[in-house]
């Protein structure tokens, strides 16, 4: 048995147990299409919540491409971050929906094949048909061989089917005809240049098979409308959507054009419950979604009051100078801090010291016009800010400010040589020794 076979052989087994409950060839098409979709709608389902919860964060998506502008690493990394929290996977909508293509094509070979696939015929028993359809009168053997040449055979039989039952028990009374058409012929675009319309039974099934893609094409259009509307997707999304919105629809009715009528009302039944299951589907989601956004809006409130509460208590304690150090801080910018701390420290010792000092010597200790922060002369020992406004007193001024910082410097050389001296390692062990006696 070849892979063809293998694959084809449940549907043969499905379209053929319908069609002997029903012994109607469209109703049996029809049921096929529903079964396919029950037994397909567990992985539906499944396609279906993950597609609407997808395009739920679409808004998230949004706000993290905005904050991550020109960094795509780093979005990259947090779109992935944020599919993992909650558990998203945007692609595993899109496989399922590529689901039905394989079936409609099982679907076409058993159809273009009835004697092969549906009643099991070997090919010498199909060649001892056509022969006796040759030798009655009833079928010329074409010039050119024909991929749906089964379905006129099958009719044929069906119509002299006394005529064939020694042949095989496998043989079925397959009657094409549903509503006064024959679901083995392919649909005419052109039909109204061939029809008689002045007999009926000429132009109505013939009309009849022309409006079978047609309603495909129009039922397929109003299917995807309905799947898109519970997925309010990005801009980008919404585009290559309306392009399959649009493509699928004319695929449908190209197919209806070439192919059996028969798979033109599998495509219309198909299209037709799947209008049913998705509204059906996105009420239901839309509800649970709606808990579940709900649920995650909590999440991020108390995530962000968690960290302001962090935050705040951080502060709290910088300004009390009893911040704890972070075990992941590295030794280098440990030790940078304390040394930057330490820094602080001394300037601002030196300062009290120079203070004194300068009020030893009876200098007022005001702060000179050159300081910046703890730099006491960082615009220069000779300073003066209106030597441009005021030139005839700058100079006096600049002399004066020159002499000031000579005393400072001074009082500042002398406190140095004093800090200096407590902090030598032979300093500090004396202070460690008196300290322990």
Known sequence: MSLTEIVTAPFSWLLTTLYSLTFNYGLAVILFALVIKIILLPFQMKSKRSMMRTARLTPLLKELEKKHEGNKQKYQEEVAKLYREEKVSPMSGCLWTLIPFPILLALYSVIRQPLTKMMGLAAEQITEITDKLVNLGLYTLPEKASAYSEIGLADLIHRHFADFQGISNKLIDLDYSFLRMNLGQTPQWNFFMKADWGQVSSWLPALGLFLIPVVSGLLSFLSAKVSNASNPAAAQQQQQMKGMTYMMPLVSVYIGFVMPAAL???????SAFTIVQDAVLN???N????????????RLHAREAELEKKRLETERLREQGATERNKSTSKKKIQATQKAQNDERLAAERARERAKR?????LTDEIPAAQVGNRRFARGR??????FTDPENAGAATEAAAALSELDEAAGADLAEQTDAANTPAAAEEAGTEENS
Do not use: K, M, N
């Open 264 to 270: 033109g009302i599998y495509w219309i039944a198909q």
């Open 283 to 285: 009420r239901h989601y």
């Open 287 to 298: 509800r649970l979604l709606d808990i579940e956004d709900a649920e995650r809006r909590e």
């Open 358 to 362: 300068r009020a030893a010597l009876g």
């Open 382 to 387: 000779a300073y003066v800010p209106d030597r």
